[in-house]
């Protein structure tokens, strides 16, 4: 049986990314540890996200950027080693100002990842699909994208994606949201990131807006996550409408832990799990998804 581990030129992975993107609208579900990562190329997906919302759950904390850089780039190789896939990962506010930003990009980009995204938010930062949110004036945020792709282009050639998200449309509107997307392109931004779209015309016009700026028109992205703001769509909407990539960010983490809290309740009022044997994953299945057979050596990066 073959390792499951890929052996990954780390370095290309933006490139890679980009072929995928400018190929067709590409679908990157969430993967919160290297298992998971494992379970979406098992899948048969073509990349992974790495998201700060389901980082942070998985750590037991909320998502208002109580993890540390480290964490974060330590999750990234994981699941980037796990998987073999271009993965695009999730970097909050940057950890900081200018100079932190360029450390997380520098950092990122070591760890494996094809790319991040940056949000204009104020700290502490909330869900994007919450009320209350506050932005960063527009010139704050453009100086940390500028200092992103500054640092891709040094330590990648360029090819690391630098992804700006904006929050405007739930805070101020959606013409504010326009403007500062706009603004981010200027800055250096490879690729948006509108979040807490209300519905698909929002996405088409924004989408379309993008467009407007011709050769300067960067790739979009959209976030599929649930119980929010956004109406769901499937990829194929998406990809009319001209989005690049959609990402799942807790998709995985919500379905575990839907199964999780079902089996504990299941052990805690039975004294067994039997009833809930025929949702498990069995050893036979884990072990071929770790690429490990008893008995044979498992070479670490094969």
Not at 17 to 44: H, S, T
Not at 50 to 79: N, Q
Not at 163 to 180: I, K, L, Q, S
Request: aromatic letters at 8%; one cysteine or more.
């Amino acid at each position: 049986m073959p390792n499951a581990l890929h052996s990954v030129n780390p370095y290309d992975a933006g490139t890679r990314l980009r072929k995928l993107m400018d190929a067709g609208c590409v679908a990157a579900p969430g993967a919160f540890n290297g298992l998971v990562a494992r379970a979406v190329k098992d899948a048969g997906f073509d990349a992974a996200y790495v998201s700060g919302g389901a980082a942070s759950a998985a750590s037991g904390v909320p998502d208002v950027g109580l993890l540390s850089l480290d964490v974060f780039v330590r999750t990234i190789r994981e699941v980037v080693v796990a998987s073999g896939l271009p993965v695009l990962a999730d970097a909050d506010t940057g950890f900081g100002e200018a100079e932190m930003v360029r450390r997380t990009v520098i950092d990122y980009h070591h760890a494996g990842a094809a790319g991040l995204h940056l949000e204009d938010q104020q700290f502490p930062k909330r869900c994007g699909h919450l009320d209350g949110k506050a932005l960063v004036p527009t010139e704050h945020m453009t100086e940390k994208v500028a200092w992103a792709a500054k640092a891709a282009s040094e330590c990648s050639g360029g090819s690391f994606v630098v992804c700006a998200r904006t929050d405007a449309a739930g805070v101020e509107d959606f013409d504010a949201a326009v403007e500062r997307a706009t603004a981010y392109v200027e800055a250096g931004a490879d690729m948006i990131f509108p979040e807490g779209l209300k519905s698909r015309d929002d996405f088409a016009r924004f989408a379309e807006a993008m467009q407007a700026l011709g050769d300067d028109a960067p790739y979009m992205l959209a976030n599929m996550t649930e119980f929010g703001k956004t109406p769901m769509l499937p990829l194929s909407e998406f990809a009319q409408m001209g989005y690049h990539i959609v990402i799942f960010p807790v998709t995985t983490l919500r379905s575990a832990m839907g199964a999780v809290v079902r089996t504990l309740a299941t052990l805690k009022a039975q004294g067994t799990v039997e009833p809930e044997l025929g949702s498990m994953q069995d050893r036979k299945s884990l072990y071929a998804m770790l690429g490990y057979e008893p008995g044979t050596p498992w070479e670490f990066g094969s």
